[in-house]
């Protein structure tokens, strides 16, 4: 059995999954070999463990089973493949759950203008505290109902917010389709975007123009779901309050991009799924599905690229 790992792992995560494989379990690590040997590694491997290049995976292959090493997958959107594909589930749900809600809360209390007076050493004090907002109560739309949604959800209750959740096919959601949202926006205080890549400009900007006067956008989903550009139109004409974004349409964020310089946008760095012990805890996922793959068990996470969930 043969294992190609394209996660970089450091060297106690490459001790860990020796140690934790039977004998006999061939793994080869993408790091160590030169990048023109890295695809046909790939191709005779019987297991994928990682996220590599999409061309990499449009020849013969003798994978049976892909176990990526993330939650999304949006890139492998158009890729085909026969045999079963698993992702990381909800191991970064909560994570991104408390980035993004910190952010909202940073925004609100202005954390993020307070702190750069802090490096100017400069004390404003009183005049900033009639500026400062409450998130207890307000009414809130998250996009997606996935396991990061239902997590910010489970957060936001404990500031008593009113919450919708819009999903195309959750029953248990307010909103199903894009004009149900566009009608709700205008009422809507906080937005809340956890939607997969799969819906390239969902947020389009008639949606961005129906958002409330002064509400606050926030993304952890993906930046492809957003018009970024009437998104930065609205935080430059303060139709929007602000936006807390931990992910962006091209990623690094390209220098000349406005978001860096707009006072009223906090920006995250996609590290919203941080988390201590990160890279154990995603050898831990695909060790308790290669067990079930083993045992002929069905196997956990399982996804459908195209779908994108």
């Known amino acids: 059995m043969t294992i190609f790992v394209h996660s970089r792992l450091s060297e106690a995560g490459k001790t860990y999954l020796r140690a934790q494989l039977p004998t006999g379990t061939t793994l080869v690590f993408g790091d160590e070999l030169p990048d023109n040997q890295q695809p046909a590694a790939l191709a005779q491997a019987d297991i994928l463990l990682g996220n590599p290049r999409p061309d990499w995976l449009t020849g013969p292959l003798s994978i049976r089973w892909w176990q990526l090493d993330s939650a999304g997958f949006d890139a492998f959107a158009h890729v085909d493949v026969s045999f079963p594909v698993t992702n990381m589930g ?3 749900a909560w994570p991104c759950a408390e980035t993004i809600v910190a952010g909202v809360m940073a925004l609100y209390r202005h954390i993020h203008e307070l702190a750069r007076l802090q490096t100017e050493q400069r004390w404003v004090g009183v005049p900033i505290r009639p500026t400062l907002q409450l998130l207890r109560g307000q009414r809130v739309i998250i996009l997606g109902a996935g396991t990061i949604g239902q997590a910010v959800a489970q957060i936001l209750q404990g500031f008593d ?5 819009l999903a195309r096919t959750n029953p248990q959601a307010a909103l199903h389709t894009a004009d149900e949202l566009r009608a709700a926006l205008p009422v809507t205080d906080l937005v809340i975007n956890c939607l997969p890549g799969n819906l390239t400009n969902y947020i389009d900007a008639g949606q961005v123009a129906a958002m409330k006067p002064g509400s606050v956008f926030a993304n952890v989903g993906r930046g492809s779901t957003v018009d970024e550009t009437a998104l930065i139109r609205a935080l430059q004409t303060g139709q929007l309050g602000g936006a807390v974004l931990d992910v962006t349409a091209i990623e690094p964020l390209p220098a000349d991009n406005p978001l860096w310089t707009l006072p009223n946008v906090i920006l995250t760095q996609h590290t919203g799924g941080g988390q201590p012990h990160e890279e154990r805890a ?3 996922r695909f060790l308790a599905n290669w067990h079930r ?3 002929g068990e069905p196997l956990v ?3 459908t690229l195209a779908r994108g969930y």
Not at 161 to 165: A, E, G, K, S
């Open 90 to 92: 909800d191991l970064f």
């Open 161 to 165: 917010c009113q919450i919708q959740f």
């Open 282 to 284: 995603k050898l831990d």
């Open 293 to 295: 793959f083993q045992t």
């Open 301 to 303: 996470n399982q996804v």
